[in-house]
């Protein structure tokens, strides 16, 4: 069974890599014959690899079909549905899933809708009447970054907008079905908020609680994040386990005593505890840890009833073909793969092993061996890992597993009926978590918890894994040293680095703003930062930083601000906090907290490594009113061509430009200005550059209509060939000394979930 579970898993996974889905049903008809004949022929192992890509092609050919038409793009949608889920909150906005959907004809079953200063307090379960302005499936996409689009194919939402002030939202009905898990959780959140817990722990209480990770400051998160405690605050299979198996060996006890026969006690803490563990899962939305772990123990305790002996790995592919049966793309989730992981590593450490330990040693060597394990996968998905995860682990989760969860699950539940009880607990809760805390942000704080690398290839992180399982196996085995030569290719990554020379640009897709990291043989360059936005993320923590951990890149030897507006300036901060950076230059320094900043000046100018950066604006006699026209233009000479990045520029500099430097203006690619704003990239001064590619930094239908009909209408009568992020995500730029190559991310890696240039 096991091998038919990875046949199956590897057809889907196989599908996830398509740039496009087949849209011929004959040839899927044909498929589905060729399947029966294998299955005929007895030639098992084809037929279940087959059908697992056929089902991974059925499965997200439906979930396409519940996407926004085009022709309702952008207009104005009355429709009527319910919230659910938990509403996101945050200082000027609110964001929900609506569900029960009633509209026009075409509209998705599920919509993720933003609502800007609200004048109603929103709550799962409520049904609304809208006008909103929907827009297709799509995000920023870049390499290294968070795919934002397939996390929306998977969730099941169809399209993305916001709900309009005019004419008014009116609230149908605040009830809901009793059995909504929705407003459960919406009730026990607004309960915990009222139960006396403090600040610093209602965050982590409402993760262990109800699966609400949104109340988690960013300090914590990194806090969890440094120390490899992250899956400590999600309700996962560890979890789940302790509880059911509590609720199962106590059951068994009192049921004994009853003397109730017609149902044995085995059987009576079976259903019980599958019972509290379908329920604790469901109020962490059946994630899919949760769904894992539901499955497995559904096994474990069903061979209790049937009186069946239990196969772990038997189990383990059950879930497995039960996880991927109801959601295929799962299979490219972290989680997935850590979770699954992580029960056959324990199962392997723990079980089949002769010789007695002492249960400390055991556990502690659990973890360092999980440590040792995830790793490549951590560094895979997320270009970190803890280092001091192993001793971290070793004090929290005995601590969360066996005081926190047992003392706050019955807590939840006399929340309700009788507070009076519940809140003593929750304080209870709330000491060992606040001495839990202190004790992971001291260890945050060691220099080197965390240990940032560039992504590996699959084959280094198979080998890597293959080779932990060879170094684990029992003594007195032959050949386990080769373990150790597995685990070589991952310490030798291949870092993409231009040579001499040459340069390696990118120009990141944040949306309406712009970012740009610029690459030589040994240095790095950003050009501005991205954007804040309102709920406290920036283009810093969720674009740049993980660009720069994808590609190795643990410094910046420059970052040059061009002018204060906060869609260059947003992300500085959080740049400036997660990596160390040697030197900056701005419009605006004093707006910058770093000991180097300094103003950019014409005239400025250094060389790395065989490339020349010449600062071009602002002068020193030339100052202009708007921060636009007083940004940072900066031009980068390489051996094969020359890159203008101008800012936001508009047509007053670019006429000082051309006036100051005339021919000296000529380059290759040309950062267009001010997003391509009609108020610049004026006709003289794109003949002036005379690019051969303009890059546009725009967000997908952004509400200033950049880049403006009137740029392109400029650019295409000088054929100029034209990109812009918004259509195309991340556009790379690689120069060596002998070619020019320029890279769209949308259409190199593009994936079928992916939106349509």
Request: one cysteine or more; charged letters at 15%.
């Amino acid at each position: 069974m096991a091998r038919s579970a990875f046949l199956f898993a590897a057809g889907i996974w196989i599908v996830q890599q398509f740039p496009q889905l087949p849209d011929d049903w004959h040839w899927l008809a044909s498929a589905c014959v060729l399947v029966g004949i294998l299955l005929r022929l007895k030639f098992r192992k084809a037929a279940t690899f087959l059908f697992g890509m056929l089902w991974a092609i059925v499965f997200a050919s439906i979930a396409l079909s519940n996407r926004l038409p085009i022709d309702l793009e952008s207009k104005i949608i009355p429709i009527q549905g319910r919230i659910t889920g938990l509403p996101r909150q945050s200082d000027r906005r609110v964001r929900f899933n609506l569900t029960d959907i009633q509209g026009p004809e075409g509209i998705p079953k599920k919509l993720r809708l933003s609502w800007y200063n609200p004048k109603h307090e929103i709550k799962a379960g409520q049904y609304w009447s809208f006008s909103v302005k929907l827009k297709r499936p799509h995000g920023n996409l870049n390499p290294g970054g968070f795919d934002y689009e397939r996390w929306l194919l998977g969730e099941g939402i169809g399209a993305t907008g916001y709900v309009r002030d005019r004419p008014s939202p009116v609230m149908v009905s605040d009830k809901s079905s009793f059995f909504n898990i929705s407003t459960w959780r919406q009730q026990l959140s607004n309960r915990l908020n009222n139960a006396g817990v403090s600040s610093d722990t209602i965050g982590i209480i409402k993760a262990l609680a109800i699966g609400d990770r949104q109340e988690l400051s960013s300090a914590q998160w990194n806090i969890f994040r440094n120390t490899g405690t992250v899956h400590l605050i999600a309700i996962s299979g560890l979890h789940i386990g302790l509880i059911s198996g509590l609720i199962y060996l106590t059951v068994v006890k009192f049921w004994a005593r009853t003397g109730v026969l017609r149902l044995s006690p085995h059987h009576a803490g079976a259903l019980a505890a599958l019972f509290i563990a379908a329920l604790y899962a469901g109020l962490a939305g059946f994630s899919v840890p949760t769904q894992r772990a539901l499955i497995m123990l559904a096994a474990v305790m069903f061979s209790v009833i049937w009186q069946r002996n239990v196969i772990l790995s038997n189990t383990l592919a059950l879930a497995l073909f039960a996880v991927l049966s109801m959601d295929p793309l799962a299979i490219l989730s972290p989680g997935f793969w850590l979770s699954f992981l992580a029960v056959i590593f324990i199962v392997f450490i723990a079980g089949g092993r002769l010789q007695e330990t002492n249960r400390w040693l055991a556990a502690l060597k659990i973890h360092w061996a999980m440590a040792l394990a995830l790793a490549p996968v951590l560094l895979f998905f997320f270009q970190q890992t803890s280092l001091i995860a192993p001793l971290a682990n070793l004090i929290a989760v005995p601590v969360v597993s066996f005081l926190v969860v047992p003392i706050l699950l019955p807590s939840m539940f006399l929340l309700g009926p009788i507070p009076e009880l519940a809140e003593p607990l929750l304080l209870v809760v709330d000491t060992i978590l606040k001495g839990l805390f202190w004790f992971l942000a001291e260890l945050a704080d060691w220099p080197f918890a965390i240990l940032s690398y560039p992504q590996p290839t699959l084959i280094a992180v198979a080998f890597f894994v293959l080779g932990v399982f060879i170094l684990l196996t029992p003594r007195g085995l032959d050949g386990r040293w080769l373990g150790c030569l597995m685990l070589c290719p991952l310490f030798f990554p291949s870092l993409d680095r231009p040579e001499d020379g040459g340069v390696k640009l990118s120009l990141l897709d944040v949306g309406q703003g712009l970012a740009t990291v610029v690459q030589t043989a040994k240095h790095v360059l950003v050009f501005d930062t991205g954007i804040r936005f309102d709920s406290g993320s920036d283009s810093g923590i969720s674009v740049l930083l993980p660009f720069l951990h994808y590609h190795g890149i643990d410094r910046v030897d420059k970052l040059i601000i061009s002018h204060g507006d906060n869609d260059h300036i947003g992300g500085a901060a959080s740049l400036l906090r997660g990596i160390r950076t040697d030197a900056v230059l701005s419009s605006v320094p004093e707006r910058i907290d770093h000991v180097s900043a300094d103003f950019c000046r014409t005239g400025q100018s250094w060389l790395w490594d065989g490339v020349s950066f010449i600062m071009l604006a602002p002068g020193e006699t030339a100052s202009f009113r708007s921060n636009n026209d007083n940004s940072c233009v900066l031009k980068v000479v390489t051996e094969q061509g020359i890159i203008l990045l101008t800012g936001d520029i508009e047509k007053n500099v670019e006429a000082w430009l051309i006036e100051k430097y005339a021919y000296d203006l000529l380059a290759d690619i040309l950062i267009v200005p001010h997003h391509g704003s009609k108020t610049s990239s004026t006709h003289a001064f794109l003949q002036a550059v005379s690019p051969s590619y303009a890059l546009i930094p725009s967000g997908y239908k952004n509400r200033f209509g950049f880049p403006h009909q009137e740029v392109i209408e400029r650019l295409d009568d000088l054929n100029i060939n034209w990109f812009d992020t918004g259509r195309h995500g991340a556009l790379t730029v690689t120069t060596t000394k002998h070619t020019l190559k320029l890279e769209a991310q949308r259409l190199a890696h593009r994936r079928y979930w992916h939106a349509t240039p």
